[in-house]
């Protein structure tokens, strides 16, 4: 099956700094996705992103299909970013719905 | 436009119970995928449900069963429950049919098994 791999781990930031997230994938896919885990397990959809470039207030994401990877940017952090973030690709072909995610990073903003 | 709700939000159960949990999919979704969460680690994806059958499943024993009804909500139940059961169960929906749907997900049940 395919696999997900996420860097860096763990990441501290001060806030206001900005970072960059990775997610590389083993096999060509039709959909990846970025999420956003909060204390509380809740999970937030972030990006739909299978390829190029979408931002949405200080994230944004960019998808590289052909060469298996996709970057998550976050710009100016705040404490409320803190949480865990996930990459997520969809196995098989079609529509499967059937999420592979990887182990995620663990982002912690301090003021 | 309400999103996907779980039930309970909490749980604590008993090694060799039985439970199970409960999941509306977001307005105008009609396919559930249940997901294992243990801590740590991310979603496990456990099996899937459209039309009231399930569609897809991922490595879970036949402990783990579920169902899916008329209006699209779905349950997932867990028979003679192990400690290593303990986890966040997380309920997904999606639109089957439509291109370029995204997977929202439930806030999650957090099981608990003593």
């Known amino acids: 099956g395919i696999q997900v791999e996420q860097s860096p781990p763990d990441l501290i930031l001060q806030e206001g700094a900005n970072s960059t997230l990775r997610c590389n994938f083993s096999?060509?896919?039709?959909?990846l996705q970025w999420f956003h885990q909060n204390p509380w397990g809740q999970l937030i959809n972030l990006f739909y992103i299978p390829s190029g470039t979408k931002q949405n207030g200080r994230l944004s994401a960019t998808t590289v299909a052909t060469e298996r990877y996709s970057l998550l940017y976050i710009s100016s952090s705040q404490t409320t970013d803190s949480g865990v973030y996930f990459c997520?690709?969809?196995?098989?072909?079609?529509?499967?719905?059937?999420?592979?995610f990887g182990q995620g990073t663990t982002l912690q903003v301090k003021p | 436009d309400a999103g996907v709700t779980q039930s309970p939000t909490h749980l604590i159960k008993t090694r060799g119970q039985q439970v199970t949990l409960r999941c509306s999919p977001k307005s105008g979704h009609d396919t559930v995928s249940w997901y294992q969460q243990a801590l740590g680690q991310g979603p496990q994806f456990i099996f899937q449900?459209?039309?009231?059958?399930?569609?897809q499943r991922g490595n879970f024993p036949d402990r783990f069963s579920g169902h899916q009804f008329p209006n699209y909500s779905s349950e997932l139940n867990v028979n003679a429950l192990l400690l290593g059961d303990s986890a966040l169960y997380l309920c997904?929906?999606?639109?089957?049919?439509?291109?370029?749907?995204?997977?929202?997900f439930g806030n999650g049940t957090r099981l608990t098994v003593t």
């Open positions: 096999d060509s896919v039709n959909n």
């Open positions: 997520a690709v969809e196995e098989g072909s079609g529509n499967t719905g059937k999420l592979i």
């Open positions: 997904a929906s999606y639109r089957l049919r439509l291109a370029n749907s995204p997977l929202h």
């Open positions: 449900y459209y039309e009231e059958e399930e569609r």
